[in-house]
């Protein structure tokens, strides 16, 4: 499977924007690139995927390298509820192979 | 509420016993999915359904465990002989045949055995 990294922690300041990065060096050609986040006691939540090109949507904006090894997740302007983990996965059809995910702290 | 639907959300038992969960996925969604989540891990993967058809099974997923989706609607994951190590949350999703493979998941089923 392929697999990616993610930091594990970062802090952003309430209404500040979030580029949260994402490495997957050995994506191939078919693979989406997905992101979930998970709040506490809940499951993960869809917030935006891609597959060559930028993509935006009420939540985020998804950029994508030229090369496709790595992405960013970007939270324009984060709020205390933007706090939880962030996922990037890589799906070809089925199952996904979560990592442990960047754990984004937003500050007041 | 047209979303994932898991039940129970809370399940305790002692080691040894049988536990049965189930998930209601999206009505038109013909694709399920379980996953197994511990404290401080992302979820990992365990079975996989396309309408009736279990189509992938993960390693994860001994012999104690077994999953079904009868007429490819709802599906029930059961763990026989519980043991300690079972504690975990239990995910289910699903999703449609198309769409990039969007999975929309479920608040999740908490087991603890004691």
């Known amino acids: 499977d392929a697999k990616t990294t993610q930091p594990n922690s970062m802090e952003s300041n309430e209404e500040e924007p979030v580029h949260l990065p994402c490495n997957h060096s050995?994506?191939?050609?078919?693979?989406?690139i997905h992101w979930y986040r998970q709040l506490p006691s809940q499951g993960p939540e869809y917030v935006i995927h891609?597959?060559?090109s930028n993509v935006n949507n009420r939540m985020a904006s998804l950029a994508i390298a030229e090369d496709r090894k790595s992405s960013t997740l970007i939270l324009h302007r984060a709020t205390l509820r933007d706090a939880a983990v962030y996922y990037c996965?890589?799906?070809?059809?089925?199952?996904?192979?979560f990592g442990p995910g960047t754990r984004l702290s937003v500050l007041p | 509420d047209t979303g994932v639907s898991q039940n129970p959300r809370h399940k305790i038992t002692k080691r040894g016993q049988n536990v049965t969960f189930r998930c209601d996925p999206i009505?038109?969604?013909?694709?399920l999915y379980w996953y197994r989540q511990t404290l401080g891990q992302g979820p990992e993967f365990l079975t996989y359904?396309?309408?009736?058809?279990?189509?992938?099974k993960s390693r994860l997923l001994s012999d104690r465990f077994s999953a079904e989706r009868p007429k490819g609607s709802f599906s029930t994951l059961e763990i026989q002989r519980t043991e300690q190590g079972d504690s975990a949350m239990y995910l289910c999703?699903?999703?449609?045949?198309?769409?990039?493979?969007?999975?929309?998941f479920g608040a999740g089923t908490r087991l603890s055995v004691l």
């Open positions: 891609g597959l060559t």
């Open positions: 009505s038109e969604h013909n694709r």
């Open positions: 999703a699903s999703s449609s045949r198309t769409g990039g493979n969007i999975q929309y």
């Open positions: 050995t994506i191939s050609g078919t693979d989406y």
């Open positions: 359904f396309q309408n009736e058809a279990q189509l992938e």
């Open positions: 996965i890589l799906s070809l059809v089925q199952n996904f192979v």
